[in-house]
């Protein structure tokens, strides 16, 4: 089992800057690829970012490029989202997701291929 609690949401206004955290907790040696996802009120859960297990490869939204940065500390067994330049559009809880089983070197934007969740953390832009 692998526990998941994500930190540092809060509300901010926009173009300010809040870097998320998800740490994890548990059988932290089974994890390998960690993604953030985020859901606003009334639309889908949409991909952020994803990031390998040794942190070299990451993965993240087109739309996203370039504003957000996902990195991982595996001695701290936490996974971060740097949110820049942040807009109100931006506005949604934020989760953080793991895979436990071999996924070789893949990345996923498919939510299904996660496993285990955190329970989310609020990001609130105000414009």
């Known amino acids: 089992q692998v526990q998941l609690v994500e930190s540092g949401g809060g509300l901010v206004q926009a173009g300010d800057s809040l870097r998320l955290s998800c740490a994890a907790s548990?059988?932290?040696?089974?994890?390998?690829?960690m993604g953030w996802f985020r859901q606003a009120p009334g639309k889908e859960r949409e991909f952020v970012a994803a990031?390998?297990?040794?942190?070299?490869?990451?993965y993240y939204a087109d739309s996203l490029k370039g504003r957000f940065t996902i990195s991982r500390d595996n001695a701290k067994n936490t996974v971060y989202l740097q949110m820049n330049s942040l807009k109100p559009e931006d506005t949604a809880v934020y989760y953080c997701?793991?895979?436990?089983?071999?996924?070789?070197?893949?990345?996923?934007?498919?939510?299904?291929?996660?496993?285990?969740w955190g329970q989310g953390t609020q990001v609130t832009v105000s414009s």
């Open positions: 548990g059988h932290t040696g089974s994890i390998s690829p």
């Open positions: 990031i390998s297990r040794s942190g070299g490869n990451t």
């Open positions: 997701a793991a895979i436990t089983y071999d996924a070789g070197r893949r990345l996923f934007a498919n939510a299904y291929e996660y496993n285990y």
